[in-house]
């Protein structure tokens, strides 16, 4: 089992739609979560970072911890063409240390 | 803020050359450097964690005679691919940590893509 799985999709929604990506892990000792955007050829692009259970807001974006469930989600409302990337979730566990990545959800939001 | 270069953007090169790439972090200071590489369509590889002064942590796997990692300042760290194969064809991202982060994020530099003939 690897200590992050998430759906490498493709996931493919209308333009407007509310775009939810999950990831799970297995390690408890994460404490930091993050959300990156990588558009094809680029590198990984800083989206969310969380610290903790619960939500934070930033535009139409929205992250989500519980790490009850070791269960991490990242919320898109109002989708757009632009949001057309891949999104890959990642945690550590403070320290420094190395992230660990999700394999990244391909998102394609059509006209 | 937390902005992260990379140079070149892309570079081809012939089998059995080496091939030099940086990672400058533009407006602060880095402690740590990773260095990553990734498949078409796949996740981040993370090959080596570099500090500033210091040696390289290479990632079980990855051969550090190979794959030469240089952290002398806190802005600029350079990987060198000695005497490179087409298999080590890949594109290869750097990322930065601020000093005195307490958390694990990392801002990203865009990206090399290296094609060995």
């Known amino acids: 089992q690897k200590e992050v799985e998430q759906d490498p999709g493709p996931l493919s929604v209308p333009e407007g739609a509310i775009v939810s990506l999950n990831c799970t892990y297995s390690n408890s000792a994460f404490q930091y979560f993050m959300w990156y955007r990588q558009y094809s050829r680029k590198g990984p692009e800083l989206l969310m970072y969380t610290y903790s259970s619960g939500n934070k807001e930033d535009g139409r974006f929205t992250a989500q911890v519980d790490k009850s469930s070791k269960y991490i989600s990242l919320f898109i409302r109002d989708s757009q063409p632009s949001d057309s990337a891949t999104y890959l979730c990642a945690m550590g566990t403070g320290g420094g240390n190395k992230l660990t990545f999700g394999t990244g959800t391909q998102l394609k939001v059509e006209l | 803020g937390a902005v992260v270069s990379q140079h070149p953007s892309w570079v081809i090169c012939k089998s059995g050359t080496s091939v030099k790439i940086e990672c400058r972090s533009l407006?602060?200071?880095?402690?740590?450097m990773f260095w990553y590489r990734q498949f078409p369509k796949q996740s981040l590889m993370l090959m080596a964690t570099s500090n500033e002064g210091s040696k390289a942590t290479y990632e079980q796997g990855v051969e550090k005679d190979k794959f030469l990692i240089n952290h002398a300042s806190l802005t600029l760290s350079t990987l060198t691919v000695t005497s490179a194969h087409p298999e080590d064809s890949s594109f290869y991202i750097c990322?930065?940590?601020?000093?005195?982060?307490?958390?694990?994020?990392?801002?990203f530099g865009p990206g090399t893509r290296l094609t060995v003939l």
């Open positions: 407006d602060f200071q880095a402690t740590t």
């Open positions: 990322s930065a940590r601020t000093s005195g982060s307490l958390g694990n994020e990392q801002f």
